[in-house]
């Protein structure tokens, strides 16, 4: 009998809980034997596992996060971590490990097939940076969080005629923070691809304020400014009071959407249908709605899918470009 690994890795992602039961239930449909690791890398190497049948997974789909914890394994980036998981698969005879996350979790996998171990990629990550997919499990269900949360926030700012200073999470990536933008009706929108200077941020404030806006939102991607360095600029040189809110985790918590769920089904069973071709050592992804796979060795070097299309006309809508 046939014996699939399975992990969640890296940050968590809605969904993750969903695809782990479509691959449980399709394994079953073909015989083969789930052997799911806790706390992704970790869990391997030091061979914490259980075995899983359609029963333990019954009650999972609907769940955000994921049951068998998800984390960043440090061994992993020393050549001893991968040779550790690569013997414990080995030993217990896996014949592929399906590895749930993102592009970290993929440099993984790479290190891995470097040791011969067979590995299928499925992309789990709110921030939308893997770039072998139109899109990653998460990341819709990141997206609507972040949204409503925005509005309830623009509805007090607006009440009180204050600035909103919104970040988003993203890492590297503005996916979430151009999307959630763009559906909330933000008025100024911060991407690590078209970087700004506070002194340009500034003058789009002081322009939406002058055109009669008394509480612009201005949504930012992380990692990109001090919040209240901006914070203090934008109410010392425009005499207005400036919020600044970090959406962080709210936006990764609660159940998965339904795009999110119907992702994590496509990707889970067509995960464990690779595997009865014979194909390993790949990511799965989405491509004008269709399933395609990309080599492990080239996801992991692929350039930022990033809508450039959607920033342009959000800038042209919002009249940001000086």
Known sequence: ?????????????????????????MASNLGYTVYAFRRGYTGVINNDYVILNREDVSKIFNLGGSIFMSGRCLEFYQLSGPSKAAKVLNKLGIDTLIAIGGNGTYNGANELIKLGVKVIGIPATID?????????????????NAVQMIINIQSTMRANERVALIETMGRLAGDIAL?????????????????????????????????????????????????????????????????????????RGGSPTVNDRFLAIRYGVSAVQFISQGIS??????????????????????????????????????????
């Open 1 to 25: 009998m046939k014996k699939i690994g399975v992990i969640t890795s890296g940050g968590d992602a809605p969904g993750m809980n969903a695809c782990l039961k479509s691959v449980v239930d």
């Open 128 to 144: 939308n940076d893997v770039y072998s997919t139109d899109e990653s499990m998460g990341f819709d269900t990141a997206v609507n």
């Open 179 to 251: 999307y959630s933008a763009m559906a909330s009706e933000s008025d100024i929108l911060l991407v690590p691809e078209d970087k700004k200077t506070e002194d340009e941020i500034l003058e789009l404030v002081k322009d939406e304020i002058e055109r009669g806006n008394s509480s612009p939102t201005v949504v930012l991607a992380e990692k990109q400014f001090d919040l209240n360095k901006l914070n203090k600029r934008i109410q010392d040189e425009t005499g207005k009071e400036c919020r600044s809110i970090i959406l962080g985790y709210m936006q």
């Open 281 to 322: 050592n790949v990511v799965i992804g989405v491509r004008d709605d269709r399933v395609v796979t990309t080599p492990i060795a080239d996801a992991v070097n692929l350039k930022s899918n990033f809508r450039a299309d959607l920033y342009g006309l959000f800038k042209e809508l919002h009249r940001m470009e000086h």
